[in-house]
C-alpha cells in the first residue's frame, strides 16, 4: 500500500521555527502535486502550500514570506519549512499527493503532525 508518513511537528515558541516532512512509502512511479494542509480546532481545514510536479510553488496569504514548500523527487518527500511561527498557525498539519503506482494513481493524506505555537 502506498501511504504518506509525517514527522517534524511539535511545540515551538512564537518567532520559532519548524520543518515538517512527509514521506511516500511503497513502490511508487511518480508524484504530481503534493500539498499541505492545515486545521485549527474548529476551523476548516485549508490548503497552505502547494508545489506542482514541475516545482511551481504557491502558499496561503498569511505564510507568504514565512513558509516554503519543497519536495525531493528521488526519496519521495515533500517538506514545509516554517519560520517566525505565529500562534495563530497551531494546527494539525496534513500533506497530501497524488501518486502513481503501479496499481494506478491514488490520493493519499499523511496522518497529520500537530503543530502548537505558544509561549
Known amino acids: 500500500q502506498v501511504q504518506l508518513v509525517e514527522s517534524g511537528g511539535g511545540l515551538v515558541q512564537p518567532g520559532g521555527s519548524l520543518r515538517l516532512s512527509c514521506v511516500a512509502s511503497?513502490?511508487?512511479?511518480?508524484?504530481?502535486?503534493m500539498g499541505w494542509y492545515r486545521q485549527a480546532p474548529g476551523k476548516e481545514r485549508e490548503l497552505v502550500a502547494r508545489i506542482t510536479s514541475g516545482g511551481s510553488t504557491n502558499y496561503l496569504g498569511s505564510v507568504k514570506g514565512r513558509f516554503t514548500i519543497s519536495r525531493d523527487n528521488a526519496k519521495n518527500t515533500v517538506y514545509l519549512q516554517m519560520n517566525s511561527l505565529k500562534p495563530e498557525d497551531t494546527a494539525v498539519y496534513y500533506c497530501?499527493?497524488?501518486?502513481?503506482?503501479?496499481?494506478?494513481?491514488?490520493?493519499?493524506w499523511g496522518q497529520g503532525a500537530q503543530v502548537t505555537v505558544s509561549s
Open positions: 497530501h499527493s497524488s501518486v502513481i503506482s503501479r496499481l494506478g494513481p491514488v490520493q493519499r
Open positions: 511503497g513502490i511508487i512511479f511518480s508524484i504530481n502535486d
